[in-house]
C-alpha cells in the first residue's frame, strides 16, 4: 500500500536524510506517521522565534527510533522529473491518483500536463521498489517519492526492527 507521496529538488537525499532517519521536525511523514502510532507531537518556540517540533515523551528519541524502524522497513519508489516546477506539480497528481494513507493535503494539479503525467506515473509504479540502504549512490534529482509498506503504521508493533 503507498503510505506517503512528496516532492523535492534532491529526491534521495530527501529520503535518506530526512524520512529514512532524522527527526518529526525536519520531516511531515515522520510527523504524520508518529501521530498514527499514537505518539504526540510539541510544538515550543525557540528564542530565535522557529518552532521547535518534538515527539512528546521524556525521550523522543525513542519514538524517533520507533518511527525510523517503521520506514526503513518500507520500499520507495521515485521519479526524477525533468525540473523540481515540474515534479511539485506532479506530486499532486499522483496523490489524486493513488490516494496515500498519510497524505493532508491535496492539490488540483495543471491538467494541461495530464498526458505526461501518466506517462510519468506508469513509470514511477514501475520503478523499483528499493529499501533505505539501496538508495545510497542512486541517481537525485528533482523529483517525486512514494513510501510504500505492507502494514500501516497504527499496526506497527512499537519497539519492532521488523523487515530490516
Given at each position: 500500500?503507498?503510505?506517503?507521496?512528496?516532492?523535492?529538488?534532491?529526491?534521495?537525499?530527501r529520503i535518506?536524510?530526512?524520512h529514512?532517519?532524522?527527526?518529526?521536525?525536519?520531516s511531515?511523514?515522520r510527523?504524520?506517521?508518529?501521530?498514527?502510532?499514537?505518539?504526540?507531537?510539541?510544538?515550543?518556540?525557540?528564542?530565535?522565534?522557529?518552532?521547535?517540533?518534538?515527539?512528546?515523551?521524556?525521550?523522543?528519541?525513542?519514538?524517533?527510533?520507533?518511527?525510523?524502524?517503521?520506514?526503513?522497513?518500507?520500499?520507495?519508489?521515485?521519479?526524477?522529473?525533468?525540473?523540481?516546477?515540474?515534479?511539485?506539480?506532479?506530486?499532486?497528481?499522483?496523490i489524486?491518483?493513488?490516494?496515500?494513507?498519510?497524505?493532508?493535503?491535496?492539490?488540483?494539479?495543471?491538467?494541461?500536463?495530464?498526458?505526461?503525467?501518466?506517462?510519468?506515473?506508469?513509470?514511477?509504479?514501475?520503478?523499483?521498489?528499493?529499501?533505505?540502504?539501496?538508495?545510497?549512490?542512486?541517481?537525485?534529482?528533482?523529483?517525486?517519492?512514494?513510501?510504500?509498506?505492507?502494514q500501516?503504521?497504527?499496526n506497527?508493533?512499537?519497539?519492532?526492527?521488523?523487515?530490516?
Amino acid at each position: 500500500m503507498v503510505i506517503y507521496v512528496g516532492d523535492t529538488q534532491d529526491v534521495v537525499n530527501r529520503i535518506l536524510t530526512n524520512h529514512c532517519r532524522g527527526n518529526v521536525e525536519g520531516s511531515a511523514l515522520r510527523r504524520h506517521v508518529a501521530q498514527v502510532m499514537g505518539y504526540g507531537i510539541k510544538s515550543t518556540k525557540r528564542p530565535s522565534g522557529s518552532t521547535k517540533v518534538r515527539i512528546d515523551l521524556p525521550n523522543p528519541r525513542k519514538g524517533e527510533t520507533d518511527i525510523s524502524n517503521y520506514i526503513r522497513s518500507g520500499k520507495w519508489r521515485y521519479m526524477i522529473c525533468d525540473s523540481y516546477k515540474e515534479a511539485h506539480d506532479f506530486q499532486w497528481y499522483v496523490i489524486e491518483q493513488l490516494k496515500p494513507l498519510l497524505n493532508k493535503n491535496s492539490q488540483p494539479c495543471n491538467r494541461n500536463n495530464l498526458q505526461r503525467y501518466q506517462i510519468l506515473l506508469t513509470q514511477l509504479t514501475n520503478s523499483p521498489a528499493l529499501g533505505c540502504t539501496q538508495l545510497r549512490g542512486m541517481q537525485s534529482g528533482p523529483g517525486v517519492y512514494a513510501l510504500h509498506h505492507q502494514q500501516e503504521a497504527r499496526n506497527w508493533q512499537i519497539g519492532s526492527k521488523q523487515g530490516e
